[in-house]
């Protein structure tokens, strides 16, 4: 998938597979939702508001109240590439977040998720 159709993506068509990913290991959507809310700075009513909205990835991310400034400790591989070399700032934010939802799907404690 190009660049371009990822942003255009709505976030609400990838949602689920966070949620998936995560319940097939035994966590929950609500740990879901808990990294999404530290990683953006959204309400949950926020949340649910984007995601009923369809809202795409650009303006999920632009429209973030305040993106967590801890953010800059994730680190690691996600689909190859290094998380903190990506050079994109938007597909930076998203390999965060997608980075965070494979933590919570290994196994990794809350705590260490949200960089505590």
């Not at 929950?28 to 809310?37: F, N, R, S």
């Not at 993106?67 to 934010?93: S, T, Y």
Request: a positive charge.
């Amino acid at each position: 998938m190009t660049q371009h159709r990822i942003y255009t993506t709505s976030f609400a068509s990838v949602y689920p597979h966070y949620v998936t990913k995560a319940e097939r290991k035994g966590r929950t959507k609500a740990e879901v939702d808990q990294i999404i809310l530290w990683l953006t700075g959204l309400r949950q009513d926020q949340l649910d508001a984007h995601i009923a909205a369809r809202t795409d990835f650009e303006t999920f991310f632009a429209q973030a109240p305040r993106l967590n400034p801890a953010r800059a400790q994730i680190k690691g591989l996600v689909c190859g590439v290094r998380v903190e070399e990506v050079a994109d700032p938007l597909m930076r934010e998203i390999r965060y977040l997608d980075k965070l939802i494979d933590e919570l799907a290994k196994g990794k404690a809350m705590e260490k998720i949200l960089r505590g």
